[in-house]
């Protein structure tokens, strides 16, 4: 079985500045790897080991990607191979440009039977790209996936929804979002991160794909912090019955 | 509002499409129901103010909402409405995210609030886990839409309404077969009607220690709520219960936070609650920034004082 876990990389959130007018400044963010695309990876990775196969990662983003750092970030985690898009035209792509990115690319590296998206990424997490992808492509697609095995050259899901868990019965080839549910990532070695400094990495440009008119149509009117509503902001210091007192008058009023 | 006609919507809960069925009134001319369930359902739609409602049928037994996908995206095609809004449940996510595909656009997804522009519908929504609200909107000719449980109001039930319902022979069907179907266990519990909650973090170290939390909650008449890590870390508590961008949101009167630092993450769930109160040891943690009332100490010796107090 041959197997694509689709990431993406995301500026970290503790790095976040909030300028005075609301705005954000991100210039000092590190980037990282999608916190719930760690999962889609390690079940690929699950799902190589015991049935046999092999686990590529692939990306799009800007030229952020090219960071050797992020590039064995997520080879050490066990694929054997990555492909990237990387190409600043896709700063702020939509879930359509991205899914529509990823479809060409899968296309292009062929005879792929399962891609494994995260349910959302961890920037903007609108959990659509996954989806897309699997429409774009033409295969059957779904999301919430908990657990995934291999019976009879078919997947066996279980996908856990709001209220109720389905077990769901998909041939392949087929896109699946995995939850975080499903596993815990596995952290890598020296040894492994050492060894994803050899692994293959093959970068394409969007003008190396098929993408005719798959550009973005959502536009960003704006991105800002929220306005804080204004709160008294009393401390008491301790916790001594006489404090807790103070509290409670100051509490009883409002209640 | 300009070009602004029909409007359709869709959902798998009933209170869902009831919703989103006021929420299409405020936006356009004409509001679609579309309804995979008993042909009472339909009625009510109509009730809670649909003008049409294309009738798919009740759900065929065995099969899945999704398998709806090929029909539902039919009568889009050759209707072609203006907007169509969905429920955020995880099998709308999925069909908004097809019927965006095929149509080659983007949803928008988890609206909280749309406004109306010259160029179409405005959309605001949460990125980077509530640090901040994005506003978008859709350049394509037709803008798909979640929207969230509360963003609109079901309208009282109204069975004097006209509307038309129209019978649609759905075919339902994919290549995914359901083999089993098993309801989730654990309490269900709805943290987001709650007026007042008493919500723990990662500041208690032991699950025994909930007990207090429990006396507490019960001398106050609130509901226990807590942080992810308790819900999804530990399991000290069900999912249901924690507060947050992927947990609920809500606005209570009363929100206490104990041993919670206050992540931006969390406190989106209850930065709109009417007053809030946090007992945190470390006099840095962010929560103190969003509170009204704040104990700078051991939650350990405040709990117990305040339920003591509570008791006088
Ligand atoms: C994409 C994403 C989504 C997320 N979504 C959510 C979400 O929806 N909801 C959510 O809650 N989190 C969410 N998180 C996690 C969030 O970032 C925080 O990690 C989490 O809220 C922290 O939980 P906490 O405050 O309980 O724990 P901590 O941050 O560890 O804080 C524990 C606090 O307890 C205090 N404390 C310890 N001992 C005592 C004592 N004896 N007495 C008094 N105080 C004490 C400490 O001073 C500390 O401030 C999300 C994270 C990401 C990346």
Redesign the pocket.
């Known amino acids: 079985m041959k197997i694509v876990a689709c990431y993406k990389i995301v500026p970290e ?1 503790q790095d976040l500045i909030i300028r005075p007018d609301r705005t954000l400044n991100w210039e000092r963010a590190e980037w990282k790897i999608g ?1 719930y695309d760690l999962c889609a990876v390690e079940a690929g990775m699950q799902l190589s080991e015991t049935n046999g196969g092999s686990l590529t990662a692939l990306s799009a983003g800007t030229k952020q990607l090219e960071n050797s750092k992020l590039k064995k970030g997520i080879l050490s985690r066990g694929p054997q191979d990555l492909f990237i898009i990387a190409d600043d035209a896709l700063d702020n792509a939509d879930a359509f440009q991205t899914a529509s990115t990823l479809a060409a690319a899968v296309n292009k590296i062929g005879d792929v039977d399962l891609v494994l998206c995260g349910e959302g990424s ?1 920037d903007l ?1 609108t959990q659509q790209v996954g989806v897309q992808l699997g429409e774009l492509l033409g295969y059957p697609v779904i999301n919430a996936v908990s657990k995934i095995t291999v019976q009879d050259g078919k997947l066996l899901v279980e996908r856990t929804l709001e209220d109720e868990v389905e077990v769901l019965q998909i041939p392949l080839p087929a896109v699946i979002s995995v939850t975080t549910d499903i596993n815990l990532p596995r952290i890598p070695s020296m040894k492994e991160i050492l060894a994803a400094g050899k692994k293959p990495v093959t970068q394409w440009g969007l003008a190396d794909l098929d993408l005719a008119g798959k550009g973005s149509a959502t536009k960003i009117d704006s991105t800002l912090a929220p306005e804080q509503a204004d709160r008294k902001r009393i401390l008491f210091e301790g916790d001594s019955e006489e404090v807790i007192q103070k509290l409670y008058e100051n509490l009883r009023k409002e209640l | 509002m300009a070009g602004m006609k029909n409007i359709w919507v869709f959902a798998d809960k009933k209170d869902a499409i009831l919703e989103l069925c006021a929420g299409g009134r405020t936006l356009g001319d004409k509001v679609t129901a579309l309804v995979i369930a008993p042909r009472t359902d339909a009625e009510q739609v109509i009730a809670g103010g649909a003008d049409q409602v294309y009738w798919l049928g009740d759900k065929q037994d065995g099969k899945l909402i999704e398998d709806y996908f090929a029909a539902i995206f039919d009568l889009i095609q050759t209707q072609k409405p203006d907007v169509v809004l969905l429920g955020t449940t995880k099998r709308c996510k999925l069909m908004a995210g097809r019927l965006a595909a095929r149509l080659g656009t983007s949803a928008l997804m988890d609206v909280m609030e749309f406004s109306a522009t010259d160029n179409g519908l405005q959309a605001k929504r949460m990125v980077y ?1 509530g640090a901040a609200v994005r506003t978008e909107s859709s350049a394509a000719d037709l803008t798909i839409a979640t929207v969230g449980p509360g963003v609109f109001e079901k309208l009282p039930e109204d069975s004097g309404r006209q509307g038309t319902i129209e019978d649609v022979a759905a075919a339902a069907g994919s290549a995914i077969t359901c083999v089993e179907k098993r309801p989730k266990v654990g309490e269900s519990v709805n943290l987001a009607a709650a007026k007042r909650v008493v919500a723990v ?3 208690i ?1 032991n699950k025994e220690d909930l007990k207090m939390i429990e006396e507490l909650a019960g001398l106050l008449g609130a509901e226990i709520g807590c ?4 819900a999804e870390g530990v399991d000290w508590l069900p999912r249901e219960r ?6 609920v949101m809500f606005k209570p009167d009363l929100y206490i936070g ?6 931006i ?2 406190m989106v ?1 209850c930065n709109q609650a009417k007053t809030i109160v946090a ?4 006099k840095a ?1 962010p ?1 103190f920034q969003q509170a009204d009332y704040g104990i700078v ?4 010796k405040a709990i117990p004082a305040l339920i003591e107090v509570l008791k006088k």
Not at chain 2, 242 to 247: L, Q
Not at chain 2, 258 to 263: C, L, N, R, V, W
Not at chain 2, 279 to 282: A, L, P, S, V, Y
């Open positions: 959130e916190q961890s997490y | 886990g973090g990662r500041g170290a942080s992810r890590p308790l924690y507060i947050g961008v992927s947990g104990i041993g919670i630092s206050g992540q993450q969390h769930g007992i945190n040891k470390d943690a929560i100490g051991d939650l350990y």
